[in-house]
């Protein structure tokens, strides 16, 4: 063998390669690339530290988590969406809520399970991870409507966890073979319980780094972005206000949102889209 190429040159060439169109990569040039936008365009204020390959953050959060990775399982959609010309009176489609992967160091972590069919369920975790059901230890669900925990049942063997008044909810529908436990404050010492109440009183988003990005699984506090954008909630929200002031807490601490039913979205600061709150609908 030619000493002047070592046996793992070939091997490093390609993680080299594959490390260019990491996540965190993908993440780091779309953001430097968006604020730098912003920036030109003279939106960020003076004050504001300038964002770029030179700055000491790019994002809101911590490098060292416990979470290593997170994936979005399905992207959701709504039954009927008023920015698509929709009605909010009659459904148009059948709702199925985004549902995301959260892995860490001894954890699985599923937030909002959303098809009712096993088969269904168990063939998007493998597109989307490569893993099985059993390979999932815990669920968290955001809230009590039932199109965030259609597949809450295809995961028997782990521990299903939701806020106190989403858990007694779920489990006074007797419609589970077990108990969905209470869960506050912190889990896996890696992801926070953040209350979002608005699209529902009880609702709760979960929060947690990874890659030095602060990610916020919103559940429906945001049903989509173009409902961010505006800080509107979705038709069937309790409370308006409080949905618009969850928004805005997700804003000051996410990086990265991912909705209810939608894709996930980057969180810029200071948006030029975001309306001001005296013209909200």
């Not at 993680?15 to 730098?36: C, E, L, N, P």
């Not at 003279?42 to 809101?60: D, I, Q, T």
């Not at 992967?101 to 088969?119: K, M, N, W, Y």
């Not at 991870?129 to 199109?147: A, C, N, P, Q």
């Amino acid at each position: 063998m030619n000493s002047s190429n070592p046996p793992n040159r070939s091997r490093r060439s390609v993680d080299d390669r594959f490390r260019q169109y990491s996540r965190a990569a993908f993440f780091a040039s779309a953001t430097v690339g968006i604020f730098g936008a912003v920036a030109a365009t003279g939106r960020l204020s003076s004050a504001e530290p300038a964002v770029g390959p030179n700055s000491s953050s790019r994002g809101k959060g911590r490098k060292d988590s416990k979470v290593k990775r997170w994936d979005v399982i399905t992207i959701g959609n709504l039954s009927r969406n008023p920015y698509w010309g929709e009605s909010d009176s009659q459904g148009v489609r059948s709702a199925i809520c985004t549902c995301t992967l959260i892995q860490g160091e001894g954890f699985r972590l599923l937030v909002d399970p959303s098809l009712s069919e096993a088969e269904a369920m168990a063939r998007e975790l493998d597109r989307r991870s490569g893993l099985k059901l059993r390979d999932i230890d815990t669920v968290f669900v955001t809230h009590e409507h039932g199109d965030h925990w259609y597949g809450l049942a295809h995961f028997p063997e782990a521990r299903w966890l939701a806020a106190p008044e989403v858990a007694s909810a779920l489990n006074k529908t007797l419609k589970l073979p077990k108990p969905v436990e209470v869960a506050t404050g912190r889990l896996s010492d890696a992801v926070d319980i953040l209350p979002t109440p608005g699209h529902t009183l009880s609702h709760h988003s979960l929060r947690f780094d990874c890659d030095g990005w602060s990610i916020v699984v919103a559940g429906d506090a945001v049903a989509t972005q173009d409902f961010w954008r505006e800080r509107r909630g979705y038709f069937n929200c309790v409370d308006f206000d409080l949905s618009a002031k969850s928004m805005d807490k997700i804003a000051g601490l996410a990086d990265l949102v991912v909705p209810g039913h939608d894709n996930f979205f980057l969180n810029p600061p200071n948006p030029s889209f975001v309306k001001d709150t005296d013209s909200r609908p």
